[in-house]
């Protein structure tokens, strides 16, 4: 279901991914989708945080490589290697901000929390990382960490996602050496 909703999104744009539109696509009867979400906009939600997620994972890995310079290098090949091994949530990510996708007020308790609380891991991370670099987590720190983890490797794959095409392997070793200079 999260699939299905996830490519009705893509090809027809944020309000494409109805319960009727979802249930037609996947063969899933509409009241089993709102026995399992409750709702449209809890199921989106949960296909934001399963993308998010998703992109984390290898990220929270590579900064906790050792040294901080091959930290910050690893953390933003992964996000390059998660855009490749799993495009069309890539393409999610940069193609819609979470508000563009609920319709309805804020998802409420448990899920609320949980969406409030996604990225205190990557926050956490990015900000030992800045401390291991720089000395000290300051603004200037920050934002030249999340230059190099996030907006270098996202911005190298981004028209890729947007055209629906998987970013090319070549543009690793780019980025790569992109990575390097910067942190340099």
Known sequence: MLDVARDLLLEDGAHAATIEAISKASGAPTGSIYHRFGSRDEL???LWMRAVRRSQAAFLDAVAVGDPAASAVQAGLSIFDFCRAQPRDARLLVSFRYEDLVR???VQGALADELRE????VEAAVAELARALYGRATRSALDHVLLVVFDLPYGAVRRH???GAQPPERLRGDLARALRAAIA
């Open 44 to 46: 989106v939600t949960r």
């Open 161 to 163: 996602l947007i055209a």
């Open 104 to 106: 309805a007020a804020p």
């Open 118 to 121: 996604i990225n205190r891991p």
